[in-house]
């Protein structure tokens, strides 16, 4: 039987995605707040894997009103919901996954407030996820965040150690080093993307349970590549984009070729201006000058051709040898970071190369605004990166269920990690 697993925070999918392309997970119910990202995973839940919408196991609503969240509301936004406890029924929940957003754990976020995200509520909403843990009391739980969270201390208290505290409180295990074991590079994960993330895996504590933390944790480094990704594969056979004057409200064009257009596909309207920048950047680094790959370079740049003062650079050119930089939510705002490597076509990224840059696939249609489709995207776990969590969460579970019907049948004398386990 295939494990059960509940996402929560589930954004437009990205974690969900990754478990079920191995076949071997049933998502029994995934939330989110956001209506574009919840659309677009119920879209890509009935097309992709067939699941039928009618078991109204995707909802719509803000986790922090937990209580609800379990037994069913009624409300004017969200809409209305039997609850988790009887979509669950009396079916086993194995795993939840996800990760509470992470704007206020991340390192730009706290420069860029100016309070650097103290008062910010979402430090808290992990406490929402722990209740979730402790209410249907999984076997395990995948924990997705920032590298931020490492460093994140509002009201002078580390995030870590709270987090830690309140999932020992509930019965759960998890790595005592988390910057050593949990940190992960998503470029070594078959992501052409230079992310870094931590990843929290927890199980109910036993005599053993050190053992399985460990376990996962060693399993995920012996996956790692010894290269990282480039960003090449990001920009193949897609159709290129060229600058066009044809059309005051579009400054580029999309050249076919007799290939269909893909979803998402289409470019933001840039000005002259920009154009010309983005052109001169890109042409500067093929020919080899560089002129302008230094912050300082930048940031004189930025003021010269806008005439306004910055602390950080805006500029930055992907490169197609290299992983491409961290793909944030903040892309909804510009592109200014993230800009095509072709100097032919002087643009930043669309949404499909944003996509592909976070290994959604082709086929995956993001929907809502443009800048929802962006936001989504940033905000997401790299379906790629989560298939190699989802493999290694089920070598552990097979790995227990194998010694625990050994142990009580054929091979007394093994010595390994066990766990109550009925499902598999």
């Not at 580390?158 to 590079?185: C, H, M, P, Q, W």
């Not at 961290?326 to 949404?351: C, E, F, M, S």
């Not at 969590?389 to 054929?410: P, Q, S």
Request: charged share 30%.
């Amino acid at each position: 039987m295939k494990i059960n697993v509940i996402d929560l925070f589930a954004g437009c999918g990205g974690l969900t995605d990754g478990f079920l392309q191995t076949g071997k997970y049933n998502t029994l119910a995934a939330v989110d707040w956001e209506f574009p990202t919840v659309h677009t995973l119920k879209k890509r839940l009935s097309t992709k894997w067939n699941y039928d919408l009618d078991r109204n196991n995707i909802l719509h609503f803000d986790i922090q009103r937990t209580d609800e969240l379990i037994n069913g509301f009624v409300d004017s936004k969200f809409g209305k919901s039997e609850g988790l406890d009887k979509i669950v029924g009396d079916k086993n929940v194995d795993l939840i996954v996800g990760g509470p957003p992470c704007q206020a754990y991340s390192m730009a976020g706290r420069v860029r407030d100016e309070n650097g995200m103290q008062d910010d509520y979402r430090n808290f909403l992990f406490e929402s996820y722990v209740k979730m843990v402790s209410h249907f009391q999984p076997k395990a739980f995948v924990f997705e965040n920032v590298e931020g969270i490492l460093s994140a201390k509002p009201g002078g208290i580390s995030i870590v150690k709270r987090v830690r505290k309140a999932f020992e409180e509930i019965g759960y295990e998890i790595t005592e080093n988390l910057r050593e074991n949990a940190l992960f590079d998503t470029s070594y994960y078959n992501v052409p993307q230079k992310r870094k993330r931590v990843i929290i895996f927890g199980v109910q504590k036993s005599e053993n349970s050190t053992k399985q933390v460990r376990r996962f944790y060693s399993l995920m480094k012996e996956k790692a590549s010894s290269e990282p990704m480039n960003s090449k594969v990001a920009f193949e056979n897609l159709p290129k984009i060229y600058p066009s004057k044809l059309n005051p409200k579009h400054s580029h064009s999309v050249k076919l070729n007799g290939v269909a257009l893909p979803h998402n596909h289409e470019p933001r309207l840039h000005s002259e201006r920009d154009i010309e920048i983005f052109k001169m950047l890109t042409e500067d680094i093929l020919s080899g000058a560089e002129n302008y790959t230094s912050s300082k370079a930048l940031i004189q740049l930025y003021k010269e051709k806008t005439g306004k003062d910055s602390k950080f650079h805006k500029y930055h050119v992907i490169r197609e040898d290299k992983p491409s930089n961290t793909i944030p939510a903040h892309l909804y705002k510009d592109g200014l970071r993230h800009i095509h490597p072709d100097p032919n076509q002087a643009r930043t990224i669309t949404v499909r190369e944003a996509g592909r840059i976070q290994t959604f696939d082709d086929d995956f249609e993001f929907l809502g605004s443009r800048g929802d489709q962006y936001k989504m995207i940033g905000n997401a776990v790299p379906p790629q990166f989560s298939k190699v969590i989802a493999e290694t969460v089920c070598e552990i579970f097979e790995t227990v269920d194998k010694t625990f019907r050994m142990k009580n049948g054929l091979f007394e004398e093994l010595n390994e990690p066990k766990l109550k386990y009925a499902t598999l």
